[in-house]
Nanobody, 117 residues
Framework: QVQLVESGGGLVQAGGSLRLSCAAS????????MAWYRQAPGKQRELVAA???????NYADSVKGRFTISRDVAKNTVYLQMNNLKPEDTAVYYC???????????WGQGTQVTVSS
């Protein structure tokens, strides 16, 4: 069973930056589109950014111009560079492989991002 491990979260002031990492226990990135999701308290999990196997990217409108998704297939890692963070970015961030309306793998524990105003 593939395990996804997210890291890099923390507490940051508004306007600051963080870089999240997602490592997989198997080499899944070369064969799958990958995405970052987030879930804020009391809200549904939402897709934030995605990268295809062809390296095309797309972003939620709320993060366009501020977040950048990338991946390193050789390291089995996907990254999310987050700049100009806002308090509304506060959430637990997860990675997974989107599959239609679903995801391919069991969710990891996520990494908490807290942005103070």
């Amino acid at each position: 069973q593939v395990q996804l491990v997210e890291s890099g979260g923390g507490l940051v002031q508004a306007g600051g930056s963080l870089r999240l990492s997602c490592a997989a226990s198997e080499n899944i990135f070369s064969a799958n589109d990958m995405a970052w999701y987030r879930q804020a308290p009391g809200k549904q999990r939402e897709l934030v950014a995605a990268v295809t196997t062809g390296s095309s990217t797309n972003y939620a409108d709320s993060v366009k111009g501020r977040f950048t998704i990338s991946r390193d297939v050789a390291k089995n890692t996907v990254y999310l560079q987050m700049n100009n963070l806002k308090p509304e970015d506060t959430a637990v961030y997860y990675c997974n492989a989107p599959y239609g309306r679903f995801v391919r793998y069991t969710w990891g524990q996520g990494t908490q991002v807290t942005v103070s105003s």
